[in-house]
């Protein structure tokens, strides 16, 4: 298949143009004008994932060639699902403590929520358009090379870890997450860890709460892909 680096190009310039203002603080007074010290007042990092969404879905609009073999649902629509879902359950069940003093349940659902409308939105550019957009390349430049723009698109160049670590996290979570996808074939799998990554990294130090959640949510997962290798087994069977 050809990579066409024309609208590849014009994604990039999209994604990154369109969160730039958001990433180099430019809307921060808006932002907590607009949330009135509501609990997403400090989280205006939100507003980025629709430079990845805005450019995916704009180019996907005008190149009709790209591949389609990852898509929002994959082949098995409701298991893929219900793993999407996966950080939400587990963090209202666990909660997650903040420095509002809300509850921590109330907290832990809403942030996971958000968070997983967030990743949604970022991959639904990284893997719903520029994965299959690379499909022409070999999979591990492809992988590498969006967890390259995945770094770069943060425009994090101030510190020794955003120059010389963040990168290393960048390409080897866009690595793993790239290979996730090409797998199951959906970006909502890719959505979880992504979650995961976000609740781990994002609100502060990992806690005790953080990581039973993170447990919490793998555990889930295992036993839906195990109840779902039954049920498909199960099927076999009737239908011999």
């Known amino acids: 298949m050809k990579t066409n680096w024309k609208y590849i190009s ?9 969160s730039a203002p958001i990433h180099l603080g430019y ?28 450019a995916g879905f704009i ?25 999407a879902l996966l950080p939400v359950f587990s963090f209202s069940i666990i909660g997650m403590e903040n420095s509002s003093n809300i509850n ?11 968070n997983v409308i967030y990743a949604f939105l970022e991959e639904f550019g990284w893997r719903r358009y520029l994965q299959n957009a690379l499909e022409g390349i070999s999979k591990n430049w ?3 090379l969006i ?16 120059i010389f670590i963040f990168p290393l996290i960048c390409i080897g979570g866009g690595y793993l997450l790239g290979k996730l996808a090409d797998d199951t074939k959906s970006i909502l799998p890719v959505v979880t860890i992504h979650t995961l ?17 993170v447990g919490l ?24």
Do not use: C
Not at 10 to 18: P, V
Not at 29 to 53: E, K, M, Q, R, T
Not at 104 to 114: K, N, P, Q
């Open 10 to 18: 014009l994604f990039l310039i999209l994604a990154i143009g369109i």
């Open 27 to 54: 809307i921060d007074n808006s932002f907590n004008a607009f949330s009135n010290d509501w609990i997403i007042s400090d989280w205006v990092y939100l507003i980025a994932g629709f430079g990845p969404f805005a």
């Open 59 to 83: 180019v996907l609009l005008l190149d009709k060639s790209v591949s389609n073999r990852i898509t929002i649902w994959g082949n098995e629509k409701l298991k893929n699902i219900l793993i």
């Open 147 to 162: 967890g390259i723009v995945w770094w770069i698109w943060h425009l994090r160049f101030e510190t020794h870890f955003d």
């Open 142 to 144: 492809k992988y590498i």
């Open 197 to 213: 990554i976000i609740l781990l990294t994002n609100s502060g130090t990992p806690t005790m709460n953080k990581m039973i959640g």
């Open 217 to 240: 949510t793998i555990i889930a997962w295992i036993i839906i892909e195990q109840l779902w290798k039954r049920k498909k087994a199960y099927g076999n069977d009737y239908t011999r």
């Open 104 to 114: 921590i349940h109330y907290y832990g659902f809403t942030y996971a929520s958000i």
